[in-house]
């Protein structure tokens, strides 16, 4: 019996430091939450004597009311963000947009600074592999090259697949996304400058391009990131091979129209000077050519000159011989039709819609 209590001793002074060892963590713990109260309410009451020295006003019952406010705001919140998702449920509009665009397609440009100008959310596509794609995709139900595209998902209703600009403009209207369509004036200017950007400068532009130094940069895009798509060698050399594969192309054919047409590509230049100076006349004073927003012939002109402004020549030629006015223009559309890739679709009062800050 006395060996089985000589066994058991040490045990017990084990389990008595063992029990002694969590006694002193518990009061650890007890005295720090004490302290930090104690801290707490030193700080509280050194702010009630400095609102009370400072402002002669009772101190406590200005910490009162700052915490009293502090927690009306944070009951708001939850409030407003409550109401939020409330009225999400109710409405449940999912609303999905692919644009799909050659960016040497003056009606692709026209379509895309429309959708910008009224800020309208969509994704941009216009990479190789995306476009070759799309078409193999839905090669039942859209012509070969042709573009633009808009593929529109709203809810679980079934996705609109909408080719060509007028389509997709009826489309915009229809549904509401351009409530106020400021750009349709049908005003006999507005009918002949666009008969001037589309016959005469889209054109002119046209034999411009035929050269081929011309004709690869516009055709392989100054921006590289484009064609890095992310930056894996598969899908940029894919991505590279269509694009050398269509400007190849591309150069061979207008080399051998270059011959055909030599005299209309000689004069080009000089006929696309004559055209700006006359776009310069009709925009006189004014913003834009519409006034104080733009009309149809603005987005029909700026689509015609962007579809060609890939080119580093060309956008050189732009800065350097055309009119000052027309290039100050050229800028204000650009701000005006500024795409925005994470942009949110809000609604938009008709009177404000479509306005942006531009440039004097």
């Not at 595209?149 to 609109?160: G, H, P, Q, R, S």
């Not at 100054?222 to 594969?245: C, E, M, Q, S, Y």
């Amino acid at each position: 019996m006395n060996s089985i209590l000589r066994r058991l001793v040490p045990r017990t002074g084990n389990l008595k430091r063992h029990f002694s060892s969590d006694a002193q963590k518990l009061v650890a713990k007890v005295r720090k939450e004490e302290a930090s109260k104690v801290i707490s309410s030193l700080e509280d009451n050194i702010e009630t004597r400095l609102y009370s020295r400072i402002a002669g006003v009772d101190g406590e019952s200005i910490i009162h009311q700052r915490r009293y406010k502090a927690e009306y705001l944070r009951k708001q919140e939850a409030q407003k963000q409550a109401l939020t998702k409330y009225a999400e449920s109710l409405g449940d509009t999912v609303i999905s947009m692919d644009f799909y665009m050659q960016h040497d397609c003056p009606e692709s440009q026209r379509v895309f600074a429309i959708l910008n100008f009224y800020q309208i959310s969509f994704k941009k596509n216009d990479t190789p592999v995306y476009l070759q794609h799309i078409q193999q995709k839905y090669r039942d139900k859209i012509p070969k090259d042709k573009w633009p595209m808009l593929i529109a998902k709203i809810n679980f209703e079934d996705e609109k697949i909408l080719v060509g600009a007028e389509a997709i403009e009826k489309y915009l209207y229809d549904n509401f996304f351009i409530s106020v369509a400021f750009h349709q004036t049908f005003s006999a200017a507005a009918k002949q400058g666009v008969e001037l950007a589309e016959n005469q400068v889209n054109k002119t532009l046209e034999y411009l391009f035929l050269n081929p130094r011309l004709t690869f940069q516009n055709g392989f895009r100054n921006d590289p990131t484009t064609f890095r798509l992310g930056a894996r060698k598969p899908i940029l050399h894919r991505v590279l091979g269509i694009a050398f594969k269509r400007i190849g192309s591309q150069m061979v054919k207008n080399t051998f129209k270059l011959f055909k047409h030599r005299k209309e590509y000689s004069n080009s230049r000089k006929e696309l000077l004559e055209a700006m100076e006359e776009w310069k006349v009709r925009i006189g004073d004014k913003t834009f050519h519409g006034g104080d927003k733009p009309d149809e012939a603005d987005f029909s002109m700026y689509g015609v000159l962007k579809a060609k402004y890939n080119s580093s020549s060309f956008q050189r030629f732009i800065e350097d011989q055309f009119p000052l006015a027309v290039y100050r223009w050229f800028l204000r559309m650009q701000t005006a039709c500024r795409y925005e890739e994470n942009r949110l679709m809000v609604a938009v009062d008709s009177s404000t819609q479509g306005q942006r800050p531009t440039p004097a």
